[in-house]
Protein backbone atom coordinates (compact mmCIF):
# COMPACT_ATOMS: atom_id res chain seq x y z
CA UNK A 1 0.00 0.00 0.00
CA UNK A 2 3.07 2.30 0.91
CA UNK A 3 3.82 1.99 -2.62
CA UNK A 4 0.16 3.34 -4.10
CA UNK A 5 0.41 6.67 -6.06
CA UNK A 6 -1.60 9.50 -5.34
CA UNK A 7 -2.71 11.82 -8.45
CA UNK A 8 0.27 13.40 -9.86
CA UNK A 9 -1.01 16.56 -10.31
CA UNK A 10 -2.10 17.44 -7.26
CA UNK A 11 0.95 16.17 -5.60
CA UNK A 12 3.45 17.98 -7.41
CA UNK A 13 1.35 21.57 -7.25
CA UNK A 14 1.47 20.51 -3.23
CA UNK A 15 5.04 20.10 -4.11
CA UNK A 16 5.75 23.67 -6.02
CA UNK A 17 3.68 25.25 -3.17
CA UNK A 18 6.28 23.55 -0.27
CA UNK A 19 8.96 24.56 -2.56
CA UNK A 20 7.39 28.37 -3.49
CA UNK A 21 7.27 28.35 0.45
CA UNK A 22 10.53 27.66 1.34
CA UNK A 23 12.18 30.09 -1.38
CA UNK A 24 10.58 32.94 0.10
CA UNK A 25 11.83 31.88 3.82
CA UNK A 26 14.99 31.23 2.83
CA UNK A 27 15.76 34.27 0.38
CA UNK A 28 13.95 37.03 2.87
CA UNK A 29 13.40 35.10 6.53
CA UNK A 30 12.97 38.91 8.32
CA UNK A 31 10.87 40.54 5.42
CA UNK A 32 8.14 37.63 5.12
CA UNK A 33 7.43 37.12 8.59
CA UNK A 34 7.58 40.40 9.14
CA UNK A 35 4.70 41.06 6.40
CA UNK A 36 2.71 38.08 7.60
CA UNK A 37 2.94 38.91 11.41
CA UNK A 38 4.00 42.13 12.36
CA UNK A 39 6.68 44.05 13.56
CA UNK A 40 6.83 42.12 17.00
CA UNK A 41 8.15 39.00 18.04
CA UNK A 42 10.03 38.31 14.62
CA UNK A 43 11.87 34.89 15.38
CA UNK A 44 15.93 34.80 14.67
CA UNK A 45 17.07 35.10 11.15
CA UNK A 46 18.55 31.68 11.39
CA UNK A 47 15.08 29.85 13.10
CA UNK A 48 12.82 30.66 10.07
CA UNK A 49 15.65 29.83 7.62
CA UNK A 50 16.00 25.93 9.29
CA UNK A 51 12.30 25.86 8.82
CA UNK A 52 12.64 26.80 4.85
CA UNK A 53 15.16 24.66 4.65
CA UNK A 54 12.81 21.95 6.08
CA UNK A 55 10.04 23.05 3.82
CA UNK A 56 12.32 22.42 0.65
CA UNK A 57 13.70 19.05 1.45
CA UNK A 58 9.84 18.53 2.07
CA UNK A 59 8.47 19.80 -1.32
CA UNK A 60 11.50 18.23 -3.29
CA UNK A 61 10.91 15.02 -2.02
CA UNK A 62 7.52 15.17 -2.84
CA UNK A 63 8.51 16.40 -6.65
CA UNK A 64 10.70 13.11 -7.22
CA UNK A 65 8.85 10.62 -5.72
CA UNK A 66 5.21 11.61 -5.71
CA UNK A 67 3.91 8.65 -3.68
CA UNK A 68 2.03 8.12 -0.53
CA UNK A 69 4.58 6.82 1.64
CA UNK A 70 6.05 10.19 1.00
CA UNK A 71 3.36 12.54 1.36
CA UNK A 72 2.61 10.31 4.35
CA UNK A 73 5.79 11.23 6.20
CA UNK A 74 5.43 15.11 5.04
CA UNK A 75 1.83 14.81 7.17
CA UNK A 76 3.40 13.35 10.15
CA UNK A 77 6.30 16.31 9.84
CA UNK A 78 3.95 18.50 9.27
CA UNK A 79 1.53 17.54 12.35
CA UNK A 80 5.05 17.46 14.15
CA UNK A 81 5.62 21.21 13.40
CA UNK A 82 1.90 22.47 14.44
CA UNK A 83 1.93 20.64 17.66
CA UNK A 84 5.79 22.42 18.05
CA UNK A 85 4.39 25.64 17.35
CA UNK A 86 1.58 25.44 19.91
CA UNK A 87 4.08 24.67 21.88
CA UNK A 88 6.60 27.63 20.98
CA UNK A 89 2.96 29.88 21.14
CA UNK A 90 2.71 28.88 25.04
CA UNK A 91 6.28 29.28 26.11
CA UNK A 92 7.59 32.34 24.11
CA UNK A 93 4.70 34.77 24.19
CA UNK A 94 6.79 37.19 22.24
CA UNK A 95 6.27 34.53 19.43
CA UNK A 96 2.76 33.61 19.52
CA UNK A 97 1.61 35.31 16.32
CA UNK A 98 4.48 33.90 14.42
CA UNK A 99 4.09 30.36 15.77
CA UNK A 100 0.40 30.48 15.60
CA UNK A 101 0.60 31.41 11.71
CA UNK A 102 3.47 28.64 11.41
CA UNK A 103 1.25 26.18 12.97
CA UNK A 104 -1.76 27.01 10.72
CA UNK A 105 -0.25 26.26 7.69
CA UNK A 106 1.72 23.31 8.69
CA UNK A 107 -2.24 21.74 9.44
CA UNK A 108 -3.18 23.54 6.16
CA UNK A 109 -0.17 21.20 4.70
CA UNK A 110 -1.42 18.32 6.34
CA UNK A 111 -4.90 18.51 5.64
CA UNK A 112 -4.21 18.47 1.69
CA UNK A 113 -1.65 15.94 1.92
CA UNK A 114 -3.67 13.82 3.99
CA UNK A 115 -6.57 14.08 1.28
CA UNK A 116 -4.23 13.52 -1.60
CA UNK A 117 -3.07 10.44 0.45
CA UNK A 118 -6.52 8.89 1.28
CA UNK A 119 -5.84 9.43 4.97
CA UNK A 120 -8.88 12.17 5.02
CA UNK A 121 -12.01 11.73 2.93
Known sequence: MS?????????????????????????????????IAGDRGVPPR???????????????????????DVLVLGVIVDLAHAASMVAAAAVWPHYRRPALISAGTAVTSATLGGVLTGLLR
Open 46 to 68: WHIRVLGARTLAQGVGEALRPRR
Open 3 to 35: GLRPRRGPTRALAGIHCAVAAVLLVQPPAIVQA
